[in-house]
Nanobody, 125 residues
Framework: QLQLVESGGGLVQPGGSLRLSCAAS????????IGWFRQAPGKERERVSC????????NYADAVKGRFAISRDNAKNTVYLRMNSLKPEDTAVYYC??????????????????WGKGTLVTVSS
């Protein structure tokens, strides 16, 4: 069974940090571009970050640049999102998704091949 499973979400105070993990099973992430997305209540899903297969290419949404960092450990078949200096507006369900590398190092929300079920991040005092 092909799946992505996120973990690491929770309640954190403003200014705090969290590290999200996304573990793949049933397929190897080596051949997939990975994206992290989030969806806040009442808002559309947005891309937070995208990383190419080798990790050499990354991009970030303007809202998280300098605070979030995406990384991958292909040996563990896992992707991470380190989130620092969290703000209340970062509150959302965070999803990881994978897209076959043959389409290039892009992460269009409507064209990812696999999605996890999400993990909730709540930033509140």
């Amino acid at each position: 069974q092909l799946q992505l499973v996120e973990s690491g979400g929770g309640l954190v105070q403003p200014g705090g940090s969290l590290r999200l993990s996304c573990a793949a099973s049933g397929f190897t992430l080596d051949y997939y571009v990975i994206g992290w997305f989030r969806q806040a209540p009442g808002k559309e899903r947005e891309r937070v970050s995208c990383m190419g297969t080798s990790g050499g290419y990354t991009n970030y949404a303007d809202a998280v640049k300098g605070r979030f960092a995406i990384s991958r450990d292909n040996a563990k078949n896992t992707v991470y999102l380190r989130m620092n200096s969290l703000k209340p507006e970062d509150t959302a369900v965070y999803y990881c998704a994978a897209r076959n590398r043959r389409y290039g190092s892009v992460c269009p929300p409507g064209a990812m091949d696999y999605w996890g079920k999400g993990t909730l991040v709540t930033v509140s005092s």
